[in-house]
């Protein structure tokens, strides 16, 4: 059976730990910086909080991303998704599906719920 030491994981998990440095929400998945950042975005937060790697359950290394409580809204649409960036750098490091989709106008706020992010072991 396959398997990767839990430094590998750690590895590639410790860049939106220590990298990360703002949220976006948006009406679209982002595939590229410029998406998550400006194309799709309909809101934003840089109070990103992300944990350090721990186990995930069922197998492998996962991170906690803290729960949002003051993102602001720049634009009016759907949010369904969210990207994570590294603004520093120009790079979109993770985006995935909202828990639900969030109907919102420009000059509101949003809040996003804590969850997690994770590698599971090779199968």
């Known amino acids: 059976m396959a398997s990767l030491g839990d430094r590998v994981f750690d590895n590639g998990l410790t860049v939106l730990d220590t990298e990360a440095n703002k ?5 679209q998945e982002a595939t590229t910086y ?6 799709y975005a309909l809101g934003s937060s840089t109070s990103l909080s992300i944990g350090a790697p721990a186990d995930r359950s069922g197998g492998g290394r996962e991170v906690t991303v803290a729960a949002i409580s003051d993102g602001s809204v720049s634009g009016t649409g759907t949010a ?14 993770a985006t995935g599906s909202l828990s639900a989709s969030q109907s919102v106008t420009n000059g509101n706020s ?14």
């Open 23 to 27: 949220i976006t929400i948006t009406s």
């Open 34 to 39: 410029t998406g998550g950042n400006s194309t």
């Open 80 to 93: 369904t998704h969210y990207a994570i960036l590294d603004t520093s750098n120009s790079r979109l490091l």
């Open 110 to 123: 949003f809040t996003l719920a804590s969850f997690k992010i994770g590698i599971p072991d090779p199968s």
